[in-house]
């Protein structure tokens, strides 16, 4: 059935540091990836996404890539700081509405 | 991006009793939905709201359960109904807004939230 894996579920990293997340879609038909971030008690806010005629994009410290043979993608956050600690979500869309989530990522960075 | 804003923010309710969640945008927007977190969890689809007709539920989520309203593009209700204890949890409505056009289609933008308890 549909389904988005998410790991690791739990990532922890000194400040400056690189973080690595990495999600795979099982329905070949996804063709929009969104990741979210989550703080605390907030809602989640997109901070990025991916559609499927795109290999990689980069927004200042982040940036996804897109593998579409293998079927998963990941988000990169390159020298990384305290506030970007938080919960950390990568979705799928298999048809227009219908966003399948992944298990979400606890990233911890250490000042 | 389109503001979003849940009423109430949080809750707390008795076993057995009802509550509806209202959801207000600052612009019309096409789509609607409405979403369920449980405490450490990832999110979960309940339903389109869709305008002028009735909601399209995903699987495990059933209408007398979650009646969901959508009179205009601009406002929708969830109501959790007969609660349970296992109904605690954060529920979300979600918009996709078309006037982001540099995201393109299916963009959601999430509301605030609303905390739910259940005793």
């Known amino acids: 059935g549909e389904n988005v894996e998410q790991h690791p579920s739990t990532l922890s990293v000194q400040e400056g540091d690189s973080a690595v997340i990495k999600c795979t879609y099982s329905?070949?038909?996804?063709?929009?990836f969104p990741w979210y971030k989550q703080e605390l008690g907030k809602r989640p806010q997109l901070i990025i996404d991916?559609?499927?005629?795109?290999g990689e994009k980069k927004d200042q410290r982040i940036a996804v890539t897109l593998n579409k043979t293998a079927k998963h993608f990941s988000l990169h956050i390159t020298e990384t700081q305290p506030e970007d600690s938080a919960v950390y979500f990568c979705a799928a869309s298999i048809r227009p509405g219908k966003l399948i989530f992944g298990q979400g990522t606890t990233l911890q960075v250490k000042p | 991006s389109a503001v979003i804003s849940q009423k109430p923010s949080r809750d707390i309710c008795q076993r057995g009793t009802s509550l509806t969640i209202q959801c207000q945008v600052d612009?019309?927007?096409?789509?609607m939905f409405w979403y369920r977190q449980q405490p450490g969890q990832s999110l979960t689809l309940i339903a389109t709201a869709n305008q002028g007709s009735e909601a399209t539920y995903e699987s495990g989520f059933v209408i007398d359960k979650f009646p969901i309203s959508r009179p205009n593009l601009t406002f929708s209700t969830l109501t959790v109904s007969n609660m349970s204890p296992e109904d605690s949890s954060i529920y979300l409505c979600?918009?996709?807004?078309?006037?982001?056009?540099?995201?393109?289609?299916?963009?959601?933008?999430f509301g605030p939230g609303t905390r739910l308890t259940v005793l």
């Open positions: 979600s918009v996709e807004d078309l006037q982001v056009y540099d995201r393109g289609p299916d963009t959601q933008y």
């Open positions: 991916i559609r499927s005629n795109v």
């Open positions: 329905d070949s038909a996804s063709n929009y």
């Open positions: 612009s019309q927007v096409t789509m």
